[in-house]
């Protein structure tokens, strides 16, 4: 059976595009968008020899606003356009190359080449389609899901993988310091090594109707941190004061997104980012989200060290396959 690729429904329509991906009134981003104001996320610049500052401005902005950009993160600008270069070149295939890497059907495993199920309540379609496969742990890497084409996409998504870990350590070691544990606490307590790093790029053709369509719909990630780069085509949304408002792409910046299991662990001091993403007229957005997540089996808690007559448990502690189930399905936590 023939998938449904968005790729493959915007190089055909003209005008008017079908009626699964337009949103209802009060999801179209033409209607719900501030226009002319981008959200002004913190940039925090971690070559500051001031680490007490850096130390400050993570822990605020993820306790505050649950999303800011990194810049002078240490991995090299080269590197990052050698990586969106070659997840471009991926997408870039004949459509049957692509489809070597669908997911299986079938399988709960989100890996592969595909675009999302709907599990909306309207079954409206995102204006997106997407590459899954894990950067870390080596065990759980598989390699099926990693383009043979272009050939350097797997020495060069390896070297990015290698350098993003510095930077996941480097953040998850202040976030702990801000929840007033030792800075290897935090880490050690998801099962530090086992962390998953999951990999999934975006790929949003130009739409002649942006107005009326959403890339990825209003969502949290469920991850603890999500390390993202995008091109430079705007699309970024963040949600405040439930208004939308664009996210200001900045060059080399990496974005980072406090994700729901991280919300749990601190019990409920660091705040998840409600976020989506429109789409262009003219330009091919991409994104690269990588997904920091716990083992399947992982159960999340809030950490013990926090709790206290003051300070009881908001969450109940879950593995996190079960949290994913729930959330996939929209059955309440
Ligand atoms: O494309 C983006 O900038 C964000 C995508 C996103 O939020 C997601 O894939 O979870
Ligand atoms: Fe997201």
């Given amino acids: 059976m023939e998938s449904l690729r968005v790729q493959n429904v915007a190089s055909h329509v003209n005008e008017a595009i079908p009626e699964m991906f337009v949103r209802s009134k009060t999801e179209q981003p033409g209607v719900t968008t501030v226009q002319g104001t981008t959200l002004q996320v913190p940039i925090i610049d971690l070559s500051n020899p001031n680490e007490e500052k850096i130390l400050k401005e993570i822990i605020e902005a993820s306790c505050e606003w649950g999303m800011f950009q990194i810049v002078n993160h240490h991995i090299p600008s080269e590197l990052i356009r050698k990586y969106q270069d070659v997840g471009k070149e991926f997408f870039e295939l004949s459509p049957e190359e692509k489809e070597k890497y669908a997911k299986d059907p079938g399988s709960q495993s989100l890996e592969g080449y595909g675009t999302k199920l709907q599990k909306e309540l309207d079954g409206k379609k995102g204006w997106v389609d997407h590459l899954f496969h894990k ?199």
């Fill in 135 to 333: 950067l870390w742990p080596p065990s759980d890497i598989n390699y099926r899901f990693w383009p043979e084409n272009p050939p350097s996409y797997r020495e060069v998504t390896e070297e990015y993988a290698k350098y993003l870990h510095g930077v996941v350590d480097e953040l998850f070691k202040a976030l702990s310091l801000g929840l007033g544990l030792e800075g290897h606490e935090l880490r050690e307590a998801v099962n530090g090594d086992k962390l998953v790093h999951l990999l999934k790029i975006n790929y949003y053709p130009p739409c002649p109707h942006p107005e009326l369509v959403l890339g990825v719909p209003a969502h949290s990630d469920m991850s603890f941190l999500t390390l993202l780069v995008p091109n430079e085509v705007q699309g970024l949304q963040a949600c405040k004061d439930d208004q939308w408002y664009d996210v200001k792409y900045v060059p080399n910046a990496i974005v980072v997104h406090v994700g729901d299991q991280m919300q749990v662990i601190s019990n409920g001091k660091y705040k998840p980012v409600w976020h989506r993403t429109t789409v262009s007229k003219n330009e091919t957005r991409m994104s690269w989200p990588v997904f920091i997540e716990p083992q399947p089996e992982q159960e999340v808690g809030p950490h013990p060290k926090l709790l206290n007559q003051d300070n009881p448990p908001k969450f109940k502690p879950k593995k996190f396959k079960d949290y994913a189930y729930c959330k996939l399905n929209k059955i309440p936590q």
